[in-house]
């Protein structure tokens, strides 16, 4: 089928489609990312869910063996500290000696590494939740910028602005690609964002119920039966909000927080990653804070990331002849008339 749209995303990382399957922690893996790529998307696999720099190469080559060569990313957290400044070398070093030409990074500025990866061709996509880090992300050189909005899963960020109004602002003042995403879950979203000014969307939420996705069936039928009120906003008191499935572990959060205010000692056994990856393995999805979107409300069926996207597109299709519909038509009766 014929491309419904070309942007400068779209060019960027010669996708068929202006959308992107965003980092995933512990579940953005060579299956999930592959089948994301051959569906026509672009698709960062998480460098931090791998034990190990070796684990993340057999990871990449797992990846490209899937999508037959067809281009993918790594996404990587960047933190502070010496330690952690060594565990990205080596990450970056694995994706420059594999091959990989596109990354998306989050967390910190990604400044100290943009010199080495632009070297060896790579491209830097730096994901942010406010206009103010796209600002700074834009000035130290990253290839594109994605801002995410109050409504996504994971790390919406402090300042809380809903992507509606956030991708407006960052279209005004930004002027290298921007992908835009929080609460992404249909195709009328994929058009909306491109009208009110982005290059393409990122998602999480909403392919999180995709086959590809290791995590326990059962979770993905309790996101499934979820709706929009299902999330929660915890860790505000750390600064590091996180909206995450509203589930036992997240009021038990919530409570700490507000008995205790942002006391890390006290929260740490309870947010532990290590917990999630844990909860997806069995399935048991009330015992740990599982990051979510108000996209879920979108989550209805557990099929294929091949056919979320189909289903993406037609509804993209839609709105478009929607959009076509509202146009007003001449006013036949104020036309001269042609009969003699
Ligand atoms: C389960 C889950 C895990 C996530 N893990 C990461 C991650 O490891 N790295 C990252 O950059 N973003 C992560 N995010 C954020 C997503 O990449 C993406 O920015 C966000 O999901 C977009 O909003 P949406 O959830 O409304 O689609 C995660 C999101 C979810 C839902």
Redesign the pocket.
């Known amino acids: 089928m014929a491309a419904l749209f070309n942007t400068r995303i779209t060019d960027l990382y010669g996708i068929r489609l202006p959308v992107i399957a ?7 893996n060579a299956d999930y990312i592959g089948a994301a790529v051959n569906a026509g998307l672009m698709g ?1 696999m ?1 460098a ?2 791998c034990p190990s720099p070796d684990a993340l190469r057999d990871e990449i080559r797992r990846c490209r063996q899937i999508t037959g060569g067809k281009p993918f990313g790594v ?1 990587i ?1 960047i933190r502070k500290g010496e330690k952690e400044d060594q565990r990205i070398t080596r990450i970056i070093d694995v994706i420059v000696e594999e091959g990989v030409r596109f990354v ?4 910190y500025s990604p400044e100290a590494y943009i010199p080495r990866l632009h070297d060896a061709g790579i491209k830097v996509l730096h ?1 942010v939740p406010s206009v103010r880090f796209a600002l700074k992300a834009q000035s130290i050189g990253v290839d594109a910028i ?1 801002v ?2 109050a ?6 960020g402090t300042d809380l602005v809903g ?1 509606f109004v956030q991708s407006v602002v960052a279209a005004r003042k930004l002027h290298v690609p921007l992908v835009v ?5 249909t195709g009328a979203h994929i058009v909306s964002a491109l009208a009110l000014g982005a290059d393409a969307v ?7 119920v995709a086959e590809e996705i290791w995590a326990h069936h059962k979770y993905k039928e309790r996101l499934v039966a979820a709706d929009e009120t299902h999330t929660a906003l915890i860790l505000q008191t750390l600064r590091k909000t996180q ?1 995450a499935f509203a589930n036992e572990k997240a009021k038990l959060v919530a409570e700490l927080e507000s008995a205790n205010g942002g006391d890390i000692d006290v929260l740490l056994p309870h947010i532990a990653g290590a917990l ?1 990856r844990k909860a997806y393995q069995s399935g048991d999805y009330e015992q740990a804070i ?6 879920v409300a979108f989550a209805d069926r557990i099929e294929p990331i091949a056919a979320i996207v189909a289903r993406l597109e037609a509804e993209a299709r839609a709105a478009l002849s929607r959009l076509e519909g509202l146009q007003p038509r001449p006013d036949i009766s104020a036309m001269p008339t042609m009969l003699a």
């Open positions: 965003s980092g995933l922690m512990w579940l953005a960062f998480t931090a869910s996404n957290g998306e990074t989050y967390g994901k994605t995410v909005g409504e996504a899963g994971g790390h919406p992507t995403a929080g609460g992404v879950g990122a998602i999480g939420t909403r392919f999180l909206r999630g599982l990051s979510l979107g108000q996209s």
